[in-house]
């Protein structure tokens, strides 16, 4: 079970399910309603069926540089990824549809994940992409207001970009570069900048300015790791990617307080379980 585990990063799943929760309120749905848990499902299916087939297409790379990943040690057949990935792409998609997602909006996603996994590695600007796959993740489970939650999967879109194309000079040993250094950094700053923004303008609440705080905090430990470069990259990303549930409060502050509080109070967590099954 656990060479799975890995290979569908489940450590960064909660990240899914607090997007989807976070979209979902924003466009007036409740936590009582039934079909929240469904579309949480549908977004489940998506990403893990996504990071499975990353890994099998992949497979030729990690052979050479990662052959310690579940497919290239021969803990997971390289058929039965491609199988049980396409399957949990096509079951997630299906639910999501009959749970009242936009059709449009999920066969983009679906689309975005298998343009991403495939192509990747051959092309730089895919981290873009990857940041859309987040994005439209939102939309997805905001398909009855998409406009309204909008805003807030932008900022998240943007933040992703900026963890991805960190993410890439993990493995470089190295300093990063001042130019992708800059970029990076002006991303993930991107959903402080746009939510303290709109908390000035609506005149935020106390705990509205403590969660901004929390991300400002998370921002900057984030940075501190990245400037020393080589293997603090890593520690870097896996903070950022446990700091997707920070964004996320961020984005539901002004609909639940409690909601919000509970996501940054994941964030730790998540972080924690990145020592047992790696985030990348």
Same mark, same amino acid.
């Given at each position: ?23 979902? #309120? ?103 992409? %990857?940041?859309?796959?987040? %994005? ?46 800059? #970029? ?22 106390? %705990? ?73």
């Amino acid at each position: 079970m656990r060479p799975w585990l890995h290979l569908a990063r489940i450590s960064n799943l909660p990240t899914v399910w607090t997007n989807v929760t976070a979209a979902w #309120l924003l466009t007036g749905g409740t936590l009582t309603d039934p079909r929240l848990y469904w579309l949480i499902l549908a977004g489940s299916l998506l990403y893990t069926g996504g990071m499975i087939l990353n890994d099998a297409a992949d497979v030729k790379f990690d052979r050479e540089h990662r052959k310690e990943r579940p497919i290239p040690s021969g803990q997971v057949s390289l058929n039965t990824a491609w199988i049980v990935s396409i399957a949990m792409l096509i079951v997630g998609a299906t639910l999501a549809t009959w749970f009242g997602a936009n059709p449009r909006i999920t066969a983009i996603l679906v689309a975005a994940i298998v343009f991403y996994d495939l192509y990747h590695k051959q092309w730089a600007g895919s981290v873009i992409i %990857m940041g859309a796959c987040r %994005m439209l993740l939102y939309l997805m489970a905001a398909s009855a207001a998409p406009a309204a939650a909008l805003p807030a999967a932008a900022a998240l879109g943007c933040y992703v970009v900026g963890i991805t194309i960190a993410a890439r000079l993990e493995h470089k040993n190295g300093a990063l570069p001042a130019a992708s250094s800059m #970029l990076a950094l002006a991303l993930l700053y991107t959903p402080g900048i746009v939510f303290a923004m709109r908390f000035a303008s609506a005149g935020g609440y106390p %705990m509205q300015l403590v969660i901004l705080a929390a991300f400002a905090i998370l921002i900057a430990y984030a940075t501190q790791m990245l400037r020393k470069g080589g293997p603090a990259i890593g520690q870097a990303v896996g903070t950022l990617l446990a700091g997707i549930a920070i964004v996320d409060a961020l984005a539901v502050s002004s609909v639940s307080t409690t909601v919000a509080l509970g996501f940054v109070a994941l964030a730790p967590v998540l972080r924690l379980w990145q020592r047992w099954v790696a985030a990348t």
